[in-house]
């Protein structure tokens, strides 16, 4: 469970968070919507510990992020995986290489146990086929062209997922995701949005959800929280932030689903 108790963060004379009290239950995916310049990256920002409030608590797992230590913070980071927008995958580093980075930077040096790994995020994204005993050839063959491509040689898409997979590893409970399908053409931009639900739904994550896409908040969303003026206007389900009366909420859903 994530919990976000009166959340103040301002930089310099700006206010951007003026007292978010947001609570994210566990195998939850709450999508954050609002306008640019809301709040929304700061606040999972908060969440995982990369910026410190002036004010206020996030809760998860029932630790306060801004009072750990480094080492309780690293531990706690483990059970989080962030997807960024963009994907932010390293250019210099193949796609296997990206995928294993965060276990090789906690001194994992065993080779099979490494390949095992990117291969059952890759799988789970969908990049590689489940293995049976019939495709199993088929299967090394399309891993080894995988594995030692760079970022440059994929499709947005197919960026998208490394980042997912790189997300995945190590089996986290939490899954942030940063505008997971922005820069995406309407097909591939679905294809993601299944594929937040499907892992949701496997492995029983909670997820945050920043997002402009509205579609997206329909496809995915367990619940919905609007931000708006550093304060949370609107919190419930997709289908009430659809029948919602409140002047700014039908602004927003106006201007961003056109």
């Not at 640019?36 to 630790?63: F, H, T, Y």
């Not at 029983?204 to 919905?224: C, E, G, L, P, Y």
């Amino acid at each position: 469970m994530i919990e976000i108790e009166d959340l103040y963060k301002s930089f310099g004379p700006k206010v951007v968070l003026n007292g978010v009290n947001l609570t994210i239950p566990s195998g939850q995916t709450m999508c954050i919507i609002g306008k640019s310049g809301c709040g929304k990256s700061v606040l999972i920002k908060n969440i995982v510990g990369l910026l410190q409030p002036d004010k206020g608590r996030v809760i998860v797992d029932g630790k306060d992020v801004s009072k750990l230590k480094k080492k309780e913070l690293f531990e706690l980071r483990q059970k989080i995986g962030f997807v960024f927008q963009g994907s932010a995958l390293f250019d210099s580093m193949t796609v296997y290489e990206n995928i294993i980075i965060s276990l090789w930077e906690k001194g994992i040096r065993d080779n099979k146990f490494l390949e095992e790994e990117a291969k059952k995020v890759l799988k789970a994204v969908s990049l590689l086929p489940e293995t049976n005993g019939n495709n199993s050839s088929e299967f090394e063959k399309e891993w080894k062209i995988l594995k030692d491509k760079k970022p440059s040689d994929l499709s947005g898409g197919m960026k998208k997922r490394v980042g997912v997979a790189r997300a995945l590893v190590g089996n986290p409970e939490y899954i942030l995701y940063d505008e997971p399908t922005t820069g995406l053409d309407p097909v591939t931009s679905e294809q993601i949005d299944r594929l937040i639900a499907q892992l949701a739904k496997k492995f029983n994550v909670t997820s945050v959800v920043i997002t402009h896409d509205m579609f997206s908040v329909q496809r995915v969303a367990d619940k919905v929280a609007m931000l708006d003026d550093g304060k949370v206007k609107f919190e419930g389900t997709p289908q009430e932030l659809e029948l919602s009366t409140d002047p700014v909420v039908i602004e927003f859903l106006e201007r961003y689903k056109n």
